[in-house]
């Protein structure tokens, strides 16, 4: 007899590794067997043992030992699993417990929390670290600052140009060269699904200028081609010219990078590498980022780890690679306070387990929540 859903689940946790029969092919093709494995070690670590997988409306909640996650799953006939989520865990902690949890992370990471102009709580929030795609903030603010000054419009038509092209994440990298498309949908797949060809096409559309003068820590600012390119091993000598080089110097190392081939998407799959080729900000400076944009109707596409029902507006923003994790949210609540919570973390030489941050980080929200509530 096949699986039920809650066997599927209560297997996944209970033995000591998951096999690769227990998915349809389908599913091993977008998801490989090692991701999932990563994936459920990171929960157990986090959350400890699994206690119990509880049936709701639109999938279950499962319990652990130190919080909870919810999830849902698709079985074919035959009980393999072709649809597999796990929602953000949470736990139940204070702010002052959160901000302890935080200080605990491995590595170097910084955290803000503020209500309004009011800070809640802090953790070298001006550290300036690797932020990954949450960058992408700082190529917003100054497109809608070129919007303002009327120099650009949100229905300006650019044609996808060749040397736009980068790796996913994001969808147009697969568009036809020529393709027409509009400012205002290039910055939503930008923030949506962080698109990096629709990033880059914002950056070279704009110029590094605009954007250096709101980031002028990240000089000459890297678009996201120019980041992979650098990072992959065979461009070894180009990313030491570059770490040696002055800011002028750079800009024409990056010029020579036009023509380069991509990696492949296999790049940052490992453990951190050149986490120096980077965008640099404080949880202070993405604060008055998101604080720039976060009004506009883009910015709630994707609301991150913030639950939808327990908040009016929701702006968000995140970035990864290995060795980088940062989640930037803005809220407001029901009675109108409203918040902004930045956690970012580093680590130089090992992947980072995503899944210790994300229940803090979780936590956080849902007490902000409550507390906006009461």
């Not at 590094?208 to 992959?232: G, M, V, Y």
């Amino acid at each position: 007899m096949p699986l039920t859903p809650t066997a599927a689940l209560e297997r996944l946790f209970q033995a000591e590794v998951a096999q690769a029969d227990w998915f349809t092919t389908t599913f091993l093709q977008q998801v490989p067997i090692d991701q999932v494995r990563i994936l459920l070690s990171q929960l157990k670590q986090s959350l400890g043992s699994l206690q119990g997988v509880t049936p709701l409306e639109d999938g279950y909640q499962l319990t652990f030992a130190r919080g909870t996650v919810p999830a849902k799953i698709q079985l074919n006939r035959q009980g393999q699993i072709a649809g597999l989520f796990f929602g953000p865990p949470t736990a139940p902690l204070s702010l002052a417990e959160a901000v302890q949890a935080f200080q605990a992370l491995d590595g170097n990471a910084s955290l803000l929390i503020l209500q309004g102009e009011e800070e809640l709580a802090a953790v070298a929030a001006d550290q300036p670290l690797a932020v990954g795609s949450a960058f992408k903030l700082a190529v917003l603010a100054a497109l809608r600052q070129a919007i303002v000054k009327g120099t650009l419009w949100w229905d300006t038509v650019v044609t996808l140009q060749p040397e736009w092209r980068s790796l996913p994440s994001g969808m147009i990298q697969d568009w036809p060269v020529g393709t027409a498309v509009t400012l205002e949908t290039l910055a939503a797949l930008m923030i949506s699904v962080s698109d990096n060809t629709a990033t880059d096409a914002l950056i070279h559309t704009l110029g590094r200028s605009l954007i250096e003068a709101l980031a002028p820590r990240n000089q000459p600012f890297l678009t996201t081609r120019e980041f992979f390119i650098l990072k992959d091993p065979r461009h070894a000598e180009t990313l030491t010219d570059f770490r040696q080089s002055d800011p002028t110097a750079r800009r024409q190392i990056l010029e020579t990078l036009t023509t380069a081939d991509l990696p492949t998407v296999s790049l940052l799959t490992g453990d951190p590498l050149a986490l120096d080729v980077e965008w640099y900000f404080s949880a202070r400076e993405l604060c008055r980022l998101m604080v720039q944009v976060k009004d506009l109707p883009l910015m709630g596409i994707n609301p991150g780890l913030a639950q939808p029902q327990d908040w009016s507006r929701i702006a968000f923003k995140g970035g990864s690679e290995p060795g980088v994790f940062n989640l930037t949210t803005w809220l407001e609540s029901n009675a109108g306070k409203s918040y902004c919570v930045v956690a970012t973390w580093n680590h130089p030489t090992q992947p980072l387990n995503e899944t210790d941050l994300i229940k803090t980080y979780s936590s956080i929200l849902a007490e902000l929540g409550r507390q906006s509530a009461s």
